[in-house]
């Protein structure tokens, strides 16, 4: 069964942090993984990785993925109260729909 | 530019209750999806479509039905709402299947449902 893990589930910072957010996964058939933020209502794409080693940047948010061991992190520097949001992952699989993970709640207080 | 809109917003049906729930694009996206999002859980796919025309079950099924009779709209339908179905129900579309090339999901704002 193809599964995606992400942790930590939630996370609390201050603002002017950075953090670290981790997605695992254990899939057949690989053919990208995406992250999305949430805010209070409909996810919003971020990032579309398909190969090993290449950063993903927008601004103060980054991501790579390293295809070997089977997960991606999403880096944010210098965080903000805007920030706020779940992250999901997601795994896009040939000929299976998206397998999304639990994501991760983070906070950051002012 | 809408994107994809879905209607209600929010809705509180009685156990054995029928309701739709609307969803249209105005993007001219061939493929559709609908997703439901329990608390802390991520999405699961109910049913998605690749066409006017054309549906296919997703990861969680039981319950709804859909139907695709235009390309813009997609809508979906509850015949007997149980507590189970509780939960935020989120319609997306994308050019491409979803995640492929650069072909991002495009989601609607929700619809919270709760069934008591």
């Known amino acids: 069964e193809d599964k995606v893990v992400q942790s930590p589930l939630s996370l609390v910072v201050h603002e002017g942090d950075t953090v670290t957010l981790n997605c695992s996964y254990e899939?057949?058939?690989?053919?990208?993984l995406l992250w999305y933020k949430q805010e209070k209502k409909a996810p919003t794409f971020l990032f579309m990785l398909t190969s090993s080693g290449i950063e993903k940047k927008s601004g103060r948010l980054s991501s790579i993925l390293d295809k070997k061991e089977l997960f991606s992190i999403l880096n944010i520097t210098a965080t903000q109260t805007g920030d706020s949001a779940v992250y999901l992952c997601a795994v896009d699989v040939r000929n299976t729909p998206l397998v999304f993970g639990k994501g991760t709640r983070l906070s950051v207080i002012a | 530019n809408a994107g994809v809109t879905q209607t209600p917003k929010f809705r509180i049906l009685k156990i054995g209750q029928s309701m739709t729930l609307q969803c249209t694009q105005d993007?001219?996206?061939?493929?559709m999806y609908w997703y439901r999002q329990d608390p802390g859980m991520g999405l699961k796919l109910i049913y998605y479509?690749?066409?006017?025309?054309?549906?296919d079950k997703g990861e969680v099924p039981n319950g709804y039905n859909v139907s695709r009779s235009t390309t813009e709209d997609f809508p979906l339908r509850l015949e007997l709402a149980a507590p189970s179905q509780t939960s935020v129900y989120f319609c997306?579309?994308?050019?491409?299947?979803?995640?492929?090339?650069?072909?991002?999901?495009?989601f609607g704002n929700g619809t919270r449902l709760t069934v008591t």
């Open positions: 997306a579309s994308s050019y491409l299947p979803q995640g492929m090339g650069n072909s991002p999901l495009h």
């Open positions: 899939v057949t058939n690989f053919r990208s």
């Open positions: 479509s690749v066409g006017a025309g054309i549906t």
């Open positions: 993007m001219n996206h061939n493929y």
